[in-house]
């Protein structure tokens, strides 16, 4: 099993940053995918970004450029730093974990962007 534990969400206005962090515990392969999915009110789940293990990533289109993943291996911890912020960023955040073919699912932060 894996556990998953996120912190950094909150309200800032718009234009500010926040970083998110998430620690993942128990059985984890050294082979394995770290993210962030986000979902707003009435929207559906979307990615974020990733991190793969041998350290490539992936951004969606509308965070690229804002918003910057990264990963410390020896604490199996993931972050994502957000910059500029946007209304429009506002939604729960979910840290994910993909190994072995099975996705692990944090419970989610709210970040709240204010204008």
């Known amino acids: 099993q894996v556990q998953l534990v996120e912190s950094g969400g909150g309200l800032v206005q718009a234009g500010g940053s926040l970083r998110l962090s998430c620690a993942a515990s128990?059985?984890?392969?050294?082979?394995?995918?770290m993210g962030w999915y986000r979902q707003a009110p009435g929207k559906q789940r979307e990615l974020v970004a990733h991190?793969?293990?041998?350290?490539?990533?992936t951004y969606a289109d509308s965070v690229k450029g804002r918003f910057t993943i990264s990963r410390d291996s020896g604490k199996n911890t993931v972050y994502l730093q957000m910059n500029n912020l946007k209304v429009e960023d506002t939604a729960v955040y979910y840290c994910?974990?993909?190994?072995?073919?099975?996705?692990?699912w944090g419970q989610g932060t709210q970040v709240t962007v204010s204008s």
């Open positions: 128990g059985s984890i392969s050294s082979i394995r995918t």
């Open positions: 994910t974990l993909l190994q072995v073919a099975y996705v692990y």
């Open positions: 991190v793969l293990s041998g350290g490539r990533t």
